[in-house]
């Protein structure tokens, strides 16, 4: 058998189990407030005692939130090519901000644009974001260099200098 579709899981949930399910990441897994909101009615005692056979004895229920899990990594994949990408967003913003204020001649669309920009990037925030582009590139690491040379040390003669120096006294 094949993996159940969403429309399969969610076939198996009443109206208020989906809402429930969908509350609960919503609110980062907050598992009260999402069943608070869905059945208003319900005390706290009570809510907690639902919300346990909800998430571990609910097989329906259990199908949903590891459907929604799933989906939540799949959509939340935050990796280094990710951040540096953000990253090279805002520098390119700061860049924007820099050419924009040496400008004479800026329409009333630029100077709005200018503006935001302005309310939003600081240039301590540019400078923590370079830093992190270098560190996340490699930039900082020591470049390894290999030196190969063939030395020659003859002990041979330095014995002989030796002799030679208490022979002399």
Known sequence: MGKKTKENIEAGLTIKQKKFVDLY???D??????YTET??????????ASIS??????????????????????ES?????????????????YDDLIFMSNQTDLTETDLKKLKQLKSVIRA???????????????FYEAEQL????????????????????????
């Open 146 to 169: 290999e030196v190969k040379h063939n030395w020659s040390i003859n002990f041979g003669d330095a014995e002989d200098n030796e002799n030679d120096e208490e022979t002399d006294d």
């Open 124 to 138: 301590s925030d540019i400078s923590s974001f370079i830093n992190m582009i270098n560190k996340m590139g490699g």
């Open 29 to 34: 897994l907050d598992s009260v407030r999402a």
């Open 77 to 93: 994949k935050v990796d280094k090519t990710w951040i540096l990408t953000r990253l090279k967003r805002y520098t390119k913003a």
């Open 39 to 48: 059945y208003p009615k319900s005390t706290y005692a009570a809510g907690r």
């Open 53 to 74: 056979k909800l998430l571990t004895k609910d097989k329906n229920v259990m199908e949903y939130v590891k459907y929604k899990q799933e989906q939540f990594e799949l």
């Open 25 to 27: 990441f919503v609110y």
